[in-house]
């Protein structure tokens, strides 16, 4: 199929495609005029691919866990759930920051009020 036919197909865009491309996520054949030709199991794995983006994770990071999908085994297994997990703690550290940044803007809101004549009723 076409690269038209597998953005339909999966809700992808043409661009997004290319772009898996690029990053090796996702591989072509070319016809004898440049264009690309997937086969019915991309639409699977490009719905793969979309799930781990949503998920947070990069192209990088998604190309690491490729093996888990491509040649199933114990040992991809394994490898693909460190790495997720890894991805996981590294999330989990960027919310702790975040949080900590609220609360933070959160105290000096409430010390602005405290100090805004117009606003200690309002508070």
């Known amino acids: 199929m076409r690269i038209g036919e597998l953005a339909a197909?999966?809700?992808a865009s043409v661009r997004s495609l290319r772009y898996y491309e690029e990053q090796g996520l996702l591989a072509s054949v070319r016809s004898?005029?440049?264009q690309r030709h997937f086969t019915e199991d991309d639409v699977d794995r490009v719905a793969f691919v979309q799930?781990?983006?949503?998920?947070?994770?990069?192209?990088?990071?998604?190309?690491?866990l490729m093996p888990c999908?491509?040649?199933p085994s114990?040992?991809?297994s394994d490898a693909a759930l460190e790495r997720m997990a890894a991805e996981r703690d590294r999330l989990s550290g960027h919310i702790d920051e975040l949080l900590r940044t609220r609360d933070t803007l959160d105290a000096l809101?409430?010390?602005a009020r405290a100090h805004h004549p117009t606003r200690r009723a309002a508070a």
Not at 54 to 61: C, E, F, I, P
């Open 32 to 34: 004898a005029g440049g």
């Open 109 to 111: 809101m409430a010390a």
């Open 9 to 11: 197909r999966t809700g």
């Open 51 to 64: 799930r781990l983006y949503a998920a947070g994770l990069s192209s990088r990071t998604i190309l690491d």
């Open 69 to 71: 999908r491509d040649a």
């Open 74 to 76: 114990g040992a991809n």
